[in-house]
């Protein structure tokens, strides 16, 4: 039988992961075992896991994992990285991991320009612990901790990370991408492969930032979730490479 | 061997070089800088790396992940910043990534003083953080053995797998005494970590995962029951402390860190006077020396005097402990950068003779 499509070989044996349906992470996660299989990088990688939903993620990809404390990713993958050069690091983050409590960190690394790839997955909210605003919530998205809808005056406005790593000297590639249908989500691998691929010619930092769904929390079913991407969501936060200096 | 006129911080800076330290990452805080800026130009020289890190949190985190690379390594900082890495440590010590902190310690409560003072006696013994852990901690009395124990520290740290805290004061790390330094370590001789380290994959190709957490309730409390093993152990075989003058002594006066020191001093003077007192220093304070107070003869001693420089008293309530209440507990006390006088406790044991 000719395989014309399959796993990743080294994803884990617990097909599926333990994300809500219709989440994104899992999608994420299966492209960045596949671009890590095709450029044959498993044994250097170590993947830096947040705080958050993504903090269940590391068994599911197969690939050494450090559990790092919340929002301080950015600074492991920076130091792992400075000392173990030929290794692949990945910071792998959700939106308060890394936006709100790490952003102090998240804009060190990235001014620093340490060669390492940051997949930062926003999904507009605190997934893991049950819907509460984030730096990333859209102004009138409700929340649990903004059940009237986030409210400029009160709250400020949504950050957006993509363009502010890209306003930083020293960031080399940074894009905003998405995984809510298939043209998106093969952008997507194609930006996560060209992150890992400028680490091993040693071309510097990259920033990816993936636009994902969270029915559960967003309260809508997966394919609603898909069109809040599409019809609202990339509105405050638009698709595209912001920068992009290789 | 050669013998050195230097600072107790960069005594402490040069053991880990010595040591195998390869990794440092650091905030400035007072009174410790001279560590970071020593090893921002001495890590270099020997192949290693310094970090400044953006935050203690940063600098902590940074350490967590290049230690869980196999790579020994360590950070320092004072009360405020220790009280900032917590959770770092915390997860050091959870994940078991072997490492050594370094607080040369200051006044407090909160920002208090720059100045020298014994007031993170609790948090680096019983509760450096949330979540119930222990860390191996050791209290240097001199510059000498700030070195000797910073240098032992990443022994112990790779033999447990565990976070060693060293918990220095402002005055040691600022004085400047004569030191023999320790040899400079192979990295050649160092224990190899390819059976742990996180950069490297299991022998049937499964993945590693260095974590403070498990994704089981059970798995979480396997991991526990494993440290508390390792903290039992640890009172078996690894508690240190000098004793002095103990074998005739009618007056006992105890004390940690340079707060043991100027207490040893204290005992020569009475001993001088005719008065017959001896010392008891832990050196571990986790393990606590508690044999060292088992061996006290309850039936010749009615008394303890505690010097500390804390207010209030921290170490005291440890001595209580190890002492079973037996004897009546005196503390000679001072803080907030007040240095403990000799002669206080001299009069404080005069006193009650």
């Not at chain 1, 612990?129 to 986030?150: E, H, V």
Request: aromatic share 8%.
């Amino acid at each position: 039988m000719n395989v014309v499509y399959g796993s990743p070989s080294f994803t884990s044996e617990v097909m599926g992961t333990g994300y809500c349906p219709g989440c994104g992470h899992g999608t994420v996660h299966k492209l960045l075992a596949e671009v890590v299989e095709e450029l044959s990088v498993r044994e250097k990688t170590v993947l830096c896991y947040p705080i958050g939903c993504a903090g269940l993620g590391g068994g599911w990809t197969n690939l050494n994992t450090l559990s790092c404390a919340h929002g301080r990713a950015g600074a492991v993958a920076t130091a792992v990285k400075k000392t173990n050069q030929d290794n692949v690091i990945i910071a792998y983050q959700g939106d308060g991991d890394l936006a709100a409590i790490g952003m102090a960190e998240t804009m060190h690394a990235a001014n620093r320009g340490e060669n390492i790839t940051v997949i930062f997955i926003n999904n507009t909210n605190f997934g893991m612990t049950g819907g509460q605003m984030a730096p990333t919530t859209l102004i009138g998205q409700k929340a649990t901790t903004s059940p009237d809808g986030r409210d400029l005056e009160r709250h400020g406005a949504p950050f957006k990370m993509a363009e502010l790593i890209a306003k930083l000297e020293a960031p080399k590639f940074v894009g905003r991408y998405a995984v809510h249908d298939a043209k998106n989500a093969i952008k997507t691998k194609a930006a996560i492969k060209k992150g890992l691929q400028m680490q091993l010619d040693k071309k510097g930092y990259s920033f990816i930032e993936v636009l994902s769904v969270c029915p559960t929390n967003w309260k809508k079913n997966p394919l609603d979730s898909a069109k809040y991407i599409d019809e609202v969501v990339s509105k405050t936060y638009p698709l595209g490479v912001y920068k992009d200096v290789e | 061997m050669s013998k050195e006129f230097i600072k107790g911080n960069e005594a402490i800076a040069e053991a880990a070089v010595r040591a195998g330290c390869r990794f440092f990452a650091g905030y400035p805080i007072t009174p410790q800088n001279d560590i970071p800026e020593y090893l921002s130009k001495r890590l270099f020289e020997v192949g290693g790396n310094f970090i400044q890190g953006e935050s203690e949190v940063a600098s902590v985190n940074m350490v967590f992940g290049v230690a869980a690379t196999g790579i020994r390594s360590m950070t320092s900082s004072s009360g405020p910043g220790l009280a900032l890495k917590a959770e770092g440590i915390s997860n050091l010590a959870g994940a078991r990534v072997p490492s050594v902190v370094v607080n040369v310690a200051r006044g407090g409560p909160a920002i208090g003083t720059i100045l020298t003072a014994q007031q993170d006696y609790l948090s680096a013994t019983k509760a450096p953080a949330p979540g119930g852990f222990k860390c191996f901690v050791l209290a240097p009395a001199t510059v000498q053995e700030a070195a000797d124990l910073v240098y032992e520290a990443f022994d112990i740290a790779d033999k447990y797998r565990t976070p060693v805290y060293v918990l220095a004061d402002g005055m040691t790390g600022n004085m400047m005494e004569v030191v023999e330094l320790p040899p400079m370590r192979e990295l050649s001789e160092l224990p190899s970590k390819d059976d742990w380290r996180v950069n490297k994959l299991e022998q049937d190709g499964n993945f590693r995962s260095i974590s403070s957490y498990s994704p089981t309730a059970e798995g979480l409390q396997e991991m526990n029951e494993a440290s508390e093993a390792m903290y039992q152990q640890w009172d078996k075989e690894e508690q240190r402390w000098e004793a002095f003058m103990m074998d005739d002594a009618e007056y006992v006066v105890t004390g940690y860190g340079s707060s043991g020191r100027i207490a040893k001093s204290a005992v020569k003077e009475l001993r001088a006077q005719g008065i017959k007192a001896g010392l008891i220093r832990p050196i571990t304070l986790v393990p606590f020396p508690k044999d060292a107070f088992d061996q006290i003869d309850y039936g010749r001693i009615k008394e303890i005097f505690v010097a500390e420089m804390s207010i209030p008293a921290q170490y005291a309530d440890d001595v209580r402990w190890a002492t079973k209440s037996k004897l009546e507990i005196i503390s000679v006390l001072t803080s907030g950068g007040v240095i403990l006088e000799t002669e206080a406790i001299v009069d404080a044991v005069k006193e009650r003779v």
